[in-house]
């Protein structure tokens, strides 16, 4: 087994490049490793599936070697974690009509402007 931990939520950036984290959030990350890591028997902590450790859906979760390799043994968090089931709170319909809409109202912005680049060009005799 693998502990994946997607701590990109966590802390927050210093830089471009530089994420930093609180003592909770490092605390929230230790302790996930810990009760995950207090699960198997052969570590000295208690026995299987009682060490309070759970997959946390957008945050943490536990991976065999099989489920690594389906994968092509990417290690990137994100791809066993998931996404939190916030993220995936709207109306698929509704955000589909808004989307639908506004590609439709660039398309004819882009018509009329296609439409006066043709005009602008004739203008000074280019076309």
Partial sequence: EILFIDARNLGHLINRRTREFSDEDVLK??????????QFPSSGGVSEGQGGYEDIKGFCNSASIERVKELDYVLTPGRYVGLPDDEDDF???ERFTKLQAELQEQMQEEERL???ILENLKKIELK
Avoid: G, I, L, V
């Avoid at 990350?29 to 207090?38: L, P």
């Fill in 29 to 38: 990350s230790a302790q996930t490793y810990h009760n995950w890591r207090n």
């Fill in 91 to 93: 109306d698929f319909n």
């Fill in 114 to 116: 296609n439409a006066r």
